[in-house]
């Protein structure tokens, strides 16, 4: 068995076998971390100095937007049966059962330490053609630029695999992260990084599933 090992998917390298790695069964956990404008102003603020250092901190943490990013995945599985994994319409998903993907929380402001994870069973790879990791902004800013984000897959044996949400371009709201499917008996996950703004049209889970023609069909939800 191969050691654990951690690799950033990148554009000059984005695919990687979870096979080759000796990732075949367990739960693999994908995990989305930011920097929030709040959380980063307010730990500024904490170690200011002095009575108007402490309040221009203050004025920076009441200025500074709370982002709400939520994390996501649409499932499309080999018996042509699809959904979706998010927060909103509280589509959290389920481990045991179908669709194998869950999404353990909704961090509204990116202060969790432990920021938003879904967990995903590759125990019953078997049944899945592709799973489509998203992102988006359900509020807060106008776009991801500055926000640092990254998600890592993590094995239970300790292997990662880092995609990081980077080259955001103005206005883009949401973004398809990496795409898992098998290819060539390997479940092979390739960094995508593809990123949508309002012009792509209305509704991100649609504009996106479209745009990786998954034959999905949506109605509005809320969380």
Known sequence: MTEPRSVILTKAAPAVSLDKHGVTSGLIRVNLNWT????????????????????RGALRVGAAPDVD????????CRDG?????????????AVDEFPFVALDADDRTGARDAGENLVINLDHQ???SKLLLFVYI?????????LDAVVT???????RFEVRLDECPPQA??????????RKDELVVN??????????????????SRAYRLGMKWTPGRK
């Open 153 to 159: 897959l993590s094995s239970p044996r300790g292997d």
């Open 69 to 76: 990013l939520d994390l996501g995945c649409m499932i499309v």
């Open 36 to 55: 929030s404008p709040r959380a980063a102003a307010r730990r500024e603020a904490q170690t200011a100095r002095g009575l108007f250092g402490r309040l």
């Open 191 to 208: 960094r995508e990084v593809r990123w949508f703004t309002p012009e792509d049209g209305p509704g991100v889970q649609d504009v996106i």
């Open 138 to 146: 359900y509020e807060g800013l106008a776009d991801f630029r500055g």
């Open 126 to 128: 078997a049944e899945f």
């Open 173 to 182: 709201r949401s973004c398809a992260i990496a795409l898992i499917k098998r």
């Open 81 to 93: 049966s699809k959904t979706v994994v998010q927060a909103l319409g509280n589509a959290f998903g």
